[in-house]
């Protein structure tokens, strides 16, 4: 059974940083693309940045230059380095193991498997 259990996170100022690490179990993500997604209150779910097999990264435009995501096999697990947080950054934060998609509706969606979510404050 695929399981993704999330940590990190929390509540920060302006210009703060935080780490988020997604641990997977079930299955060796060596080859494959994992993701973090976020969704703040009222918006969609939206795609923040993924990693696949090779080490290729993708960022929205909106935190290149700030968010940094990495892996490490040995340990399975993602992490996703979040620094000079900015208020926009707020809501809830969910690793995947299928990001394929740049948004969905809500996030966790019916696809692939999610972490439980957790949730990033950024205050002015």
């Known amino acids: 059974q695929v399981q993704l259990v999330q940590s990190g996170g929390g509540s920060v100022q302006t210009g703060g940083s935080l780490r988020l690490s997604c641990s997977v179990s079930g299955f060796m993500f060596d080859n494959s693309d994992m993701g973090w997604y976020r969704q703040a209150p009222g918006n969609k779910c939206e795609l923040v940045s993924t990693?696949?097999?090779?080490?290729?990264?993708y960022y929205r435009d909106s935190v290149k230059g700030r968010f940094t995501i990495s892996v490490d096999s040995a340990k399975n697990t993602v992490y996703l380095q979040m620094n000079s947080l900015k208020p926009e950054d707020t809501g809830v934060y969910y690793c995947?193991?299928?990001?394929?998609?740049?948004?969905?509706?809500?996030?966790?969606?019916?696809?692939?498997?999610w972490g439980q979510g957790t949730q990033v404050t950024v205050s002015s």
């Open positions: 995947h193991s299928d990001p394929e998609e740049s948004y969905y509706d809500d996030c966790p969606s019916v696809d692939g498997s």
């Open positions: 990693i696949n097999g090779d080490g290729e990264t």
